[in-house]
């Protein structure tokens, strides 16, 4: 599985060919490496308006213009899609909710494995708010919520779709975004996912502005 080259070993690194490593090893360097994650709680319905949610770390925004959401959803070990996948594919909507420290224990019952008969944010407690623009509802405790429209799925292979949505309406926590349109990080106080059964928080800010060529050459020459 590692590379034979010494050079590697010299640099104190050990180099992986992804070509020869089994789908669960690379998953565990990537989740491993690629942290921390934002964690999207994914609200659906189904055809016939049951609610659906769970959380997905395979996630990011893409896209501002148009403003495009990616999740990556895994499918079941037979190849047939999970409930989320389902019924994008179905409703061709679904709604991002960001998880919050305070909404912590509530993604996770929603990772429970329940049947596709159960509505998780009735186990979770989980009050919802009615969709705007798309069918399935957003969570109000979600300090952040983007109503997405499907745009596009990617069939990764047979483990994984790519659903790509387009967000169509949001909802915001009052404190949480100024006449500006900044959101406040302190308040989102979102969290991430990190290898293995570890999650981060994202109260540790630290500003670093991007100097501009002229500043960046003048520093350079002291």
């Known amino acids: 599985m590692q590379d034979d080259d010494p050079t590697d070993r010299r640099e ?8 020869r490593l089994s789908g669960r090893e690379r998953y565990k360097l990537l ?7 934002p964690i999207a709680l994914v ?3 189904d055809r016939d308006g049951r609610v659906n949610a769970a959380p997905f770390s ?7 213009d148009p403003a495009i959401l990616a999740i990556g959803v895994e499918r079941r070990g037979d190849g047939r899609p999970k409930d989320t996948g389902r019924n994008i594919r179905d409703t061709q909507a679904f709604t991002v ?3 919050s420290r305070a909404l ?3 993604m996770n019952t929603c990772a429970v494995a329940f049947e596709p008969e159960v509505d998780e944010t009735v186990a979770a407690g989980l009050a919802l708010r009615p969709g705007v623009a798309v069918p399935c509802p957003s969570l109000l405790a979600s300090p952040a919520s983007f109503e997405c429209r499907h745009h596009v799925t990617l069939a990764i292979g047979g483990s994984r ?3 790509l949505g387009e967000v169509v309406h949001a909802h915001i926590h009052r404190d949480c975004v100024n006449e500006r349109l900044h959101v406040d990080p302190v308040v989102l106080d979102a969290i991430g996912r990190m290898g293995g059964d570890l999650y981060a928080s994202t109260r540790d800010l630290f500003e670093l502005p991007t100097p501009s060529v002229a ?6 020459r002291r």
Do not use: H, K, M, Y
Not at 12 to 19: L, M, N, P, V
């Open 12 to 19: 104190a690194s050990i180099g992986f060919d992804f070509g």
């Open 31 to 37: 989740i491993g490496a690629i942290v921390p994650r």
């Open 43 to 45: 609200t659906t319905v």
């Open 58 to 64: 395979f996630f990011n925004c893409l896209s501002a």
């Open 97 to 99: 909710n960001i998880v």
């Open 104 to 106: 912590l224990d509530a």
């Open 161 to 163: 779709d790519i659903v």
């Open 215 to 220: 500043e960046w050459q003048a520093a350079t």
